[in-house]
């Protein structure tokens, strides 16, 4: 058995080492610029000097106006020093990379040091070299729930990073708990987790401003292999259905949604295990409906908390089969809502994920 669990967590150390490419953390981030000013940004789940966050952040410093810049790595991450040679680290740090210890860095002030007329990593490693900016071992192993990183997402008053997808649950609590503004990266699957869509429905989490229904391709370590992945520019990347979750203000998050149907009675089914109806498409949601409606995840995406109210979703709301229908004429399994249909192996057919959801303002009926 010790077996095994080692061998388990070895795989589930892999399946979380996704390393997320500098463009795609640019064209999330230019949609949150106003809110960095002046703040003290944590980037606790990535090497500093390998993780693209680390550099979006230390190399746009002036720019956005940070006061402070806090990064952390583990004593796991396979990339821990892997560049760290090319900085001239005093002879403890060399030590340090040896045993593969773990350390933070802490950045207050980015400047141009060699007179070039810009600002790069060279310059950055230069204010470390001279003292102008910390580098400093931790006295654990920088997982994010230790007590020294914990001090630091106290200090903190924004995070943002790309969290272990296996502890993703466990990641937020955490933010919850010490009260946070993040931007964090998770699994679409994450939607519908018992922990994270409480904090969904009650609008103290939402999506960010990519949409939902593209991928982000990863950065991965020798060893993972997916049938998506492709190589550019001899650098392999990997397809995983992410998006970004947030709970500071974006514009996206006030857009009224334009609706052009309305509601027939004929054209929209209704759940045979719970009183709502089913709308399949987001595009579908009738203007004049005031009843509860059950529309796909992919809703979350326009979804405008001064529009619409989250009900709840399929997996707590619907009720057992057993109960409203003959056994044999469903497919029996997990919590869903179940519609019925002319044509197909049973006469009631199971759907994905629901979320029920309530028109705020609905149009009068005509």
């Known amino acids: 058995m010790a077996g095994n669990k080692s061998l388990n967590a070895a795989a589930a150390a892999k399946q979380d080492e996704f390393y997320t490419q500098i463009t795609d953390i640019e064209k999330e981030l230019r949609h949150y610029r106003k809110h960095f000013a002046g703040k003290t940004i944590l980037c606790n789940c990535d090497d500093p000097f390998e993780s693209n966050f680390f550099k979006y952040f230390v190399l746009n410093f002036n720019r956005l106006g940070l006061a402070k810049l806090i990064a952390t790595c583990y004593a796991g991450s ?29 950045v207050t002030q980015v400047y141009d040091t ?10 950055v490693a230069e204010l470390f070299r001279t003292g102008k900016n910390a580098l400093k071992l931790l006295e654990g192993d920088g997982d994010f729930r230790s007590p020294e990183c914990l001090a630091l997402l106290d200090e903190a008053d924004i995070v943002v990073t790309n969290p272990p997808f296996s502890l993703f649950r466990e990641y937020v609590a955490t933010l919850m708990a010490y009260n946070k503004k993040f931007i964090i990266i998770g699994n679409k699957n994450a939607i519908t987790y018992k ?123 619907g009720k ?14 997990g919590p869903r809502f179940y519609i019925k249909q002319k044509n197909g192996d049973y006469l009631y057919k199971r759907l994905y994920d629901r979320i029920v959801i309530r028109n705020l303002h609905p149009e009068e009926a005509k």
């Open 114 to 123: 060699s007179g070039d007329g810009g600002v790069d990593m060279l310059d």
């Open 78 to 106: 396979p990339i821990v020093y892997t560049q760290m040679n090319l900085f001239g680290e005093p002879e403890e740090v060399v030590q340090a990379e040896r045993e593969k210890k773990p350390y933070k860095v802490e």
């Open 195 to 317: 922990e994270i869509f409480p904090l969904l429905q009650g609008n103290l989490m939402w999506l960010g401003a990519k949409p939902m229904g593209g991928s982000l391709w990863f950065q991965t370590p020798d060893g993972f292999s997916k049938k998506s992945d492709k190589v550019v520019d001899g650098i392999k990347l990997t397809e995983v259905p992410c998006c970004w979750f947030t709970n500071l203000d974006i514009k996206k998050r006030h857009e009224q949604m334009i609706l052009v149907k309305r509601y027939d009675p004929d054209a929209y089914l209704r759940y045979a295990n719970f009183d709502a109806i089913e709308v399949s498409a987001t595009a579908d949601i009738p203007c004049d409906y005031a009843g509860l409606m059950g529309v796909p995840i992919t809703f979350l995406d326009k979804y405008n908390p001064d529009q619409f109210e989250i009900v709840g979703s399929s997996k707590d709301l």
């Open 320 to 333: 057992p089969m057993k109960d409203v229908a003959e056994k044999g004429t469903y497919l029996a399994g």
